[in-house]
């Protein structure tokens, strides 16, 4: 019974320290900065988005070149209407998120 437990306790410790190393590298591969949503119209207009991903406030936006940052919206106001507000010229597309429990939004710009 002792040795089921110290094999136990092994296999559980392997696990802990390879997923721990997974987690230490999984985001270092994808740098997101953190950006002005003014900074997001300038390049919406200079068409350098593919497309943002809305969750509550949060802004994913991905560029035409792969890259990614981050964004907060204004609470008061729709995404819509706050890049209007801003002087946002590309034409906007909403549709729904294809993951049905998540309550995202998928921008095309």
């Known amino acids: 019974m002792k040795k089921l437990i110290n094999n136990f306790v092994l296999v559980l410790l392997i696990f802990l320290f390879i997923s721990g190393i997974f987690t230490l590298f999984s985001d270092s591969f994808e740098k ?12 919406i207009n200079q ?8 969750s509550g406030l949060g802004l994913e936006i991905t560029y035409k ?4 940052a981050l964004s907060k919206k204004e609470a008061e ?11 946002a010229r590309a034409a906007l597309n909403f549709f729904s998120s294809p993951r049905p429990f998540r309550p995202d939004f998928l921008v095309n710009v």
């Open 32 to 43: 997101k900065s953190e950006i002005p949503l003014s900074q997001l119209v300038l390049d």
């Open 47 to 54: 068409e350098k988005v593919k497309e943002i991903i809305v």
């Open 65 to 68: 070149d792969g890259s990614k």
């Open 77 to 87: 106001s729709t995404l819509s209407e706050s890049l209007i507000n801003y002087g």
